[in-house]
């Protein structure tokens, strides 16, 4: 039974559970485990193992027929070999992996190929090289252990087997980039330039982002809004302003906690107050105080007092 092994090799090395256990699972679920009430999941499996100084598959020997326990060893087998830096070695073990490990084992086997394409391309051994950094890049879209890193370094290696610069390089930062990083990037630097009073360059980099990927993510929409509206206020544009705080609102329903849902509303009474609407004004300003009073975030909720 592997709860009572891994617990008789615990006592072997005079552990205690705590000492077992670490950060990586509570005293608690160490205790279902070797009781047998519960199952470890894989990577809980792998940590003991590494504690308790075994081979992973000789925890799953008598758990798992053989044809399961042979792929677990391999893969053990081919980690090593990486960290040894033998890719030749990690690769073959690799090759003997099967399912249901096969997503873990394609992502090794997209980095192994791809530290061997760079060992080829030193040697001069160009077209090898380029061959492995495509397969690289497949295994990697394959896997869902795929790095985009990885995908990025293939398109550099290929770019050095091929020499055709420009193509390549593109390809590069296109696997390094995503629509939501670039978005976000765009409202840091947008909020940046609206503190400092630069009105124009936040809106500029505001309107980069019309149509952008960043309304499949409701809070990073509602914080577009909301910096629209800032840019509106700043050019005196009360009612767009407003209209646009309500769509954040609208946009933000679903997350009362929202960090910068007091500086909403403390612009919302602020565009009330110039459209001399004293009883939304008072009902905005209202919200603030109730959400300030409860402890809420508020960060940046003294960045529209700037505007007035």
């Known amino acids: ?7 008789a090799l615990r006592l072997q090395k005079k552990m205690t559970q705590k000492e077992v256990v670490g950060d990586f699972i509570t005293r608690n679920m160490l205790s279902q485990i070797e009781s047998g009430t519960a199952t470890p999941s894989m990577r809980t499996l792998e940590y003991l193992a590494r504690v308790l100084d075994v081979p992973m598959f000789y925890l799953m020997e008598d758990e798992q027929p053989e ?7 391999m893969l053990q087998k081919a980690k090593r070999a990486f960290r040894d830096g033998d890719y030749d070695a990690c690769l073959a073990s690799l090759q003997r992996v099967k399912e249901p490990f096969l997503e873990e084992a394609n992502a090794l086997r997209a980095k192994a190929s791809l530290e061997k394409a760079r060992i080829l391309l030193r040697q001069g051994e160009f077209e090898q090289a380029k061959q492995l950094a495509e397969e690289a890049m497949q295994l990697n879209d394959q896997s ?3 790095a985009r ?13 091929t020499n055709e610069g420009w ?13 939501y990083s670039n978005a976000h990037v765009s409202m840091i630097n947008a909020e940046m330039f609206l503190n400092q009073g630069k009105v124009e360059q936040a809106r500029i980099m505001l309107d980069a982002l019309s149509g952008g990927d960043y309304d499949h993510c409701m809070l990073d929409a509602g914080r577009v809004r909301l910096l629209q509206a800032r840019v509106a206020m700043a ?6 302003a407003l209209s646009l705080c309500h769509e954040a609102e609208e946009l933000w329903e679903q997350a009362p906690h929202h960090a910068q849902r007091a500086l909403l509303y403390q612009c919302m009474e602020q565009c009330a107050m110039k459209l001399d609407d004293y009883k939304s004004a008072h009902h905005y300003a209202s919200m603030r105080i109730s959400l300030l009073t409860k ?8 960045e529209a007092e700037k505007q007035e």
């Not at 039974?1 to 617990?7: A, E, F, S, V």
């Not at 402890?295 to 003294?302: E, F, I, N, R, T």
């Open 149 to 161: 890193s990885v995908k990025a370094d293939a398109y550099l290696c290929m770019d050095e087997a």
């Open 235 to 240: 050019k005196e544009q009360w009612e767009e």
């Open 67 to 73: 044809d399961q326990t042979m792929p677990i060893a």
């Open 1 to 7: 039974m592997l709860g009572k092994k891994i617990r």
């Open 144 to 146: 869902i252990y795929g």
């Open 167 to 179: 193509d390549y390089y593109m390809q590069y930062r296109s696997a390094l980039e995503t629509p």
């Open 295 to 302: 402890g809420l975030p508020s960060d940046g909720s003294h």
